[in-house]
């Protein structure tokens, strides 16, 4: 598995009801608690004050962890940079 | 505790004698692995094809964390950006 | 309780109705004054000619930081830049 | 008085003679608590894991306060950034 | 007085009427032409092929700089950078 | 002529000798006050806290202006922003 | 003559209904002939992929250059950025 | 033939039909596919959570190449950037 | 494997006897063409005008491809950016 | 024939003897007017107040231009820039 850090913003558009707003944030909250089961979403962490986050993820490979992050409900509201980690020699022993 | 993502940039003048990058470079490995047994840096990963590093690091405050990255052996030839983290919703349960 | 210099742009669309925006602004003035009491905004400034304000804010952590900052009344339409703070040694004697 | 948000960064020369950097440490740091004791440096602190500072600095104006930084035993090294600051309505009471 | 080199961007949304632009621009610059005689704008120009000008305003302070930023009548469409001004040695003789 | 606002940034080698440093910024002062009685250096500000300084400078073309502009003293060490600036209708009446 | 190098971005509203879109870029491409055929356009390419271009403007100064580009059909969707251009000693011999 | 690295940004808006996204998007597609059966496509890659590609493209020169891109269904909602690549000695064997 | 896009900068310090900077360059034409025919560098190409390539690699994962961009004879003065590829749907049939 | 505009930086180290960059730069002039003369550069101008300059080149392809470009006697403290041209429909009739 290839771990990544991802980091995540999310931006709904000011005229979207109320209702669909909290119907999709409870979907992806649902969502996200199945990656992090499934062992997909290592870590997660808010960034304060904003509707950012940054995560290590766990993947095959980038065209896998593309189709988990396609499929979360907020994706077309999402901007999402992803890095490629590698192993560190601290780790390493 | 607190956690931090903690990007760290490593540059060595070129002109510095090769025995004494090496000595660094090993007092820095040794360091980073007492600070993980400590549990200060709880990950780290290596960014492919260069000499930067990020990591998420717990402290009790930012004076305790400016603390322990300024007594790094490397300090003077690195550039540390800290973020501070909070917990998230989905790991919030 | 760490200090934290925060950064906050103000941006409302033009197209919302002036008596929702300014309901929403003196709601922020009041919670502001509120938080101003309650020591958890220690000091603010306004960005001349903008929307925009600087201050420092006290918190026990970036996630309870995050709740304040979360409920503010015009937390939809704001940006906010977060920067943990140590202690200088000009200051700790 | 008028108030400034600056943000002080340091890169003092790998090459700079240790006893040299550290009489010049020295005497910023008696000369940054003169500033605190006169009312000029109203609050500072340290950005973690860097040599960086961001501080409340007062002034009767721009000029006086350039002065100050211009006299700072560090200055040839200092890069600033002064931001002037407004009172902001939340403490305008 | 303190000068201050003022960079303002406008930007009417598109779907703003004609008629509403054109009575705003006219009463931007009936304002603009008063603080030119009230000694506030010192100096302004165009910068060429764009809407947006650079100029040296004075005010006594950043505060009352604001006041009259934020009275401005196309104020809610504007973008404003202040930079307080000093001094210089080649003036100052 | 056509007016130009010029930011100008100032960086010394740190180790170009210190009575040559001053030299040249003695020079630089004579020749920088020459232009403003030239009428070419028509109004010139300090950035506080820096070595930076903004003006406004005037000359029949770019070319003319290049050159006042490479023969300053301190030439070869100035980093230098040229915006040419155009009449604003505030002014023109 | 003074020559500008001039880049402009072309963005329309997605919502500009498709005959209004035409009739303006018809009315863009007749005024940039006339303006080749008088002179003040010296060259002009496309950015491949973009609605992008860069060119060479001719004009006395930067106030008759604003008022050509100010009075282009689609001014109103264009971002626009000048450049004075001073002679090169290779060309001038 | 000549190489462009370009590096395409898709942004539909929010409120786009989505039958008229998805109509798009197959035409995208198949238009996709006819470049890469035409050898104009010779790579083409996700970037990996976002709606961004990257691809090798192949024209005679860039008068070419915009044509294709300019024909593209999405075109108007897409970003692109253009590099023009040379040979490198590695492969010029 | 998994593809990365590689964008490689090479900056040799000027006072690097031309000796040594011929002879590092000789070791990474070879480096690079063995890895070519290795199949890790699948294509590469100059940037014009700079002394910058850009690449697709093919690695197990991110470890991988950072021993042998970190082995590079020219590693030292290189700056290298890495950005993993997902397969794209236009090519995936 | 291919256009490029073509922004080069030129930066020499404060350190270079005074005769040697004379040397440079001459020669750079001659080869300069030599590729005006073979109609390489089409136009060159110099940025104001800087030592860049932005012109607009001629090439069969990138290779080729590469090839000019890296032959520059100056080219080792050259930053250079390359953007591919297009025709423009203006142009095109």
Do not use: C, S, Y
Request: no cysteine; net charge negative.
């Amino acid at each position: 598995m290839i771990e990544f850090l991802v980091h995540i913003t999310l931006r709904l558009p000011h005229d979207m009801p109320a209702e669909q707003a909290d119907a999709l944030r409870a979907a992806e909250l649902r969502r996200g608690r199945e990656l992090v089961d499934a062992g997909v979403i290592k870590r997660i962490w808010r960034l304060p004050g904003t509707t950012e986050n940054v995560g290590i993820w766990a993947a095959h490979d980038p065209t896998e962890l593309h189709a988990v992050l396609a499929g979360l409900p907020l994706f077309p509201w999402l901007t999402v940079e992803v890095t490629a980690l590698a192993l560190h020699p601290i780790e390493d022993r």
